[in-house]
Nanobody, 123 residues
Framework: QVQLVESGGGLVQAGGSLRLSCAAS????????MGWFRQAPGKEREFVGA????????YYADSVKGRFTISRDNAKNTVYLQMNSLEPADTAVYYC????????????????WGQGTQVTVSS
């Protein structure tokens, strides 16, 4: 069974950068479509970005497009979220998730989630 563990969160000033990692265990990782979501206090979990399938094309939320980049290293069973030009509005717990199909934008399409990592952006 695949398990996901996020890391790399922390406190950063506005305009700074962070890179989140999502390490996956299990041999089926390369066949899973991966995505990133975030949840701010008092708000619903929202889509950040995702691979269309096991690699290649990516989708991003309009709020992060041009600032965030998703990548993956199948040899390391790891997915990354590079976040640049961070803003206070990006403050949230960030989650990686895996799905076997369905709409990449929706929470319900994902059947496996990590525990989350906190990102705090100060102004």
């Amino acid at each position: 069974q695949v398990q996901l563990v996020e890391s790399g969160g922390g406190l950063v000033q506005a305009g700074g950068s962070l890179r989140l990692s999502c390490a996956a265990s299990g041999r089926t990782f390369s066949r899973r479509a991966m995505g990133w979501f975030r949840q701010a206090p008092g708000k619903e979990r929202e889509f950040v970005g995702a691979f269309v399938w096991s690699g290649g094309s990516t989708y991003y939320a309009d709020s992060v497009k041009g600032r965030f980049t998703i990548s993956r290293d199948n040899a390391k069973n790891t997915v990354y979220l590079q976040m640049n030009s961070l803003e206070p509005a990006d403050t949230a717990v960030y989650y990686c998730a895996a799905r076997s199909g369905g709409n990449p934008y929706t929470v319900d399409s994902y059947d496996l989630w990590g525990q989350g990592t906190q990102v705090t952006v100060s102004s």
